[in-house]
């Protein structure tokens, strides 16, 4: 097999992989519930695979029409869209809006703060042994699940002047270890809990 053909077998098969992973993800929950886990797992997968994720979005062959994250993330939002339309039918929901939850994949930026594209590229970013000093952060600051945040996740964001805020986190443990971390802000469901971590924190002061 000639070298890009064998290149492009090895794109699709981690599409594959990719689109499984999500498709697991959505296999039960609400069409917000569903969007929500497959943005996860797409975004978990970029972190847990940075090799795999490597292939994806370097230039691809002619032989390919993949290989940059915008074209990734349209093939992902076409492929996923037909799993949409399953799950959703299989739920008892109005197929219709699939289209709609899929292309969420690949949403741009709301202001300053950054969508599914930027925040791959910097989890690419940030997963790499030496700094990227030609990245040019898009945004502002990063707003991503609790579950994203790696060791080098908040270093790197502050060495670029990003602000990162997380969700959802209701566990005290968790919270300590955001704060101590340096995160700039912690979504939670039970803010009283949060002020006491904080108190905590702080020596028991009111």
Do not use: C, W
Not at 122 to 132: G, H, M, T
């Amino acid at each position: 097999m000639a070298r890009r053909g064998l290149y492009a077998v090895i794109v699709d098969r981690e599409m594959d992989y990719v689109v499984r992973r999500i498709t697991e993800a959505i296999s039960s929950g609400s069409p917000r519930e569903r969007v929500e886990r497959a943005s996860l797992a797409f975004l978990s997968y970029v972190r847990d695979h940075p090799d795999g994720f490597a292939v994806l979005s370097q230039d691809s062959p002619l032989s390919s029409s993949r290989g940059t994250i915008s074209s990734l993330l349209n093939d992902m939002a076409e492929r996923v869209g037909d799993v949409f339309v399953s799950a959703l039918k299989e739920a008892g929901y109005d197929p219709k809006a699939a289209p709609i939850y899929a292309n969420t994949l690949k949403a741009p930026e709301i202001s300053t703060t950054m969508g599914t594209s930027e925040t791959v590229e910097f989890l690419a970013v940030s997963n790499r042994a030496e700094p990227d000093t030609a990245y040019v952060p898009p945004a502002e600051f990063l707003l991503v699940p609790a579950s994203l945040v790696h060791d080098n996740f908040v270093a790197t964001a502050r060495s670029l002047d990003l602000r990162t805020y997380v969700f959802t986190v209701n566990d005290p443990v968790e919270m300590a270890s955001f704060i101590e971390e340096g995160v700039d802000g912690i979504l939670t469901d039970d803010p009283k809990l949060m002020t006491d971590v904080i108190q905590e924190l702080e020596g028991g002061a009111p």
